[in-house]
């Protein structure tokens, strides 16, 4: 099975390099350019698809940011979207809404564990990267055997997906980056993903955000 997982597009928040977690800013006005972008991306993969290949099925996070991005790719496609909340963002607990710079000042030590030992911190009133890895398997062990599933997430979730195919430890988290509106392609076949194509942003040219200035 065809499994393309693809991060939202920009957030406000991502913009003004602020932790988002759970919480709601909506897509920038760039980041509504890339899902559209990506939308007509999808729709022409889907017609030069044969039907084998083809999406059956697009399930997004809970969250505006994700939900809305995969709804412009929905009205393309003619698929309606489900949501579920295994696909949400870690949880940043305390950190979110915040600046990187506020966090910077008030949790160093913590901002220094999450640079160099991410798989040991646990947001406070948050999440740890088990706990995402931990939902997103649960999500795969309740995928149907269809065609194609298009899933429409966020940073963490992802890059917890690549580490599980490259078979390597959450204290790798950091070695992974993610653009806004990437495509990433895998095949799902007896419980194992397999990596097809990783961070794919051919479409968006010049509408690629600098994730190096985001809060991540």
């Given amino acids: 099975m065809r499994l393309v997982l693809i991060r939202h597009g920009e957030s406000t928040w991502n913009v003004e390099g ?9 897509l920038s006005p760039r980041g509504r ?11 022409r993969e889907q017609l030069a698809s044969v039907e084998a290949d083809r999406f059956a099925r697009i399930v997004s996070g809970p969250l505006v940011r994700a939900r809305d991005t995969a709804q412009i790719c929905a009205e393309q496609l003619g698929l309606p979207v ?14 979110e809404g915040k600046l990187r710079e506020e966090i910077a000042n008030r ?3 913590m901002v220094a564990a999450w640079r160099s030992g991410p798989h040991t911190v646990q947001f406070p009133g948050g ?3 088990e706990d995402v890895r931990s939902r997103f398997e649960s999500f795969l062990r309740d995928l149907p055997g269809d065609r194609g599933v298009l899933l429409f997430t966020h940073d963490v979730v ?3 997906a690549i580490l599980l195919t490259q078979g390597k430890p959450l204290a790798a988290f950091n070695d992974v980056r993610v653009d806004n509106a990437a495509l990433n392609d895998f095949s799902y076949c007896g419980d194992k993903l397999t990596i097809v194509r990783l961070n794919d942003t051919t479409h968006l040219g010049s509408l690629r955000s600098d994730t190096l200035t985001q809060a991540l």
């Fill in 107 to 109: 949790w160093p030590e």
């Fill in 158 to 160: 992802i890059r917890i």
């Fill in 127 to 129: 999440e740890t990267l």
């Fill in 33 to 43: 350019e890339q899902a559209e972008t990506l939308a007509a991306r999808m729709y």
């Fill in 18 to 26: 602020r932790y988002q977690g759970r919480l709601d800013p909506p």
């Fill in 82 to 95: 489900a949501i579920d909340e295994r696909l949400n963002e870690i949880s940043h607990g305390e950190w």
